[in-house]
């Protein structure tokens, strides 16, 4: 069914292990509880996730150096995904959270949005507009990056589209 059997990347070493609830994912796990340190693996997109995004809102500029500081699965070189990314963890049947059943996350905020790094529409203001996700409630929105504090759940590979962020 799924075609992909590996991320685009890989954990030298790692065992990768189907999350029996929902065999669309597979986690790696660090062996470190708690298990903020464990990735996924979307087998129906190829992307790596983290497992526990952070639980704290922040700037979008912190944001950004949160993922070029962190470290998951031995590995850097996370980054804030675009709107299509974030929206591709959606099951539209489901709803607070948006997530697919027997998905392998944890510690998922459903009271705000997201990041992504996907530009807003432009309006006649001054202010840079990203867009978010919020898997509570299923709101996608522009948020105005310089007042907003929203969440942050880093992925891993290839962009979906090239984005000048």
Not at 34 to 46: A, F, I, Y
Not at 108 to 126: A, E, H, K, M, R
Not at 149 to 156: K, S
């Amino acid at each position: 069914m799924y075609q992909v059997t590996k991320p685009i990347w890989d954990i030298t070493g790692a065992k990768w292990v189907d999350h029996t609830p929902n065999p669309r994912f597979a986690v790696w796990s660090a062996g470190t509880p708690p298990q903020t340190d464990d990735v996924v693996l979307d087998k129906e997109t190829g992307l790596v996730w983290e497992r526990s995004p952070s639980t704290n809102r922040t700037a979008l500029s912190a944001a950004v150096v949160y993922s070029t500081t962190r470290v998951l699965g031995r590995r850097k070189g996370w980054r804030i995904p675009a709107l299509e990314e974030l929206l591709s963890l959606v099951d539209p049947a489901n709803t607070n959270p948006t997530l697919p059943t027997g998905h392998p996350f944890l510690s998922i905020q459903l009271d705000y949005f997201y990041w992504s790094l996907t530009l807003g529409i432009p309006v006649p203001t001054d202010n840079a507009l990203v867009w978010g996700y919020n898997f509570g409630n299923t709101d996608t929105s522009c948020i105005v990056i310089a007042a907003a504090t929203c969440y942050t759940w880093l992925v891993r590979g290839r962009f979906s589209y090239g984005y000048p962020i």
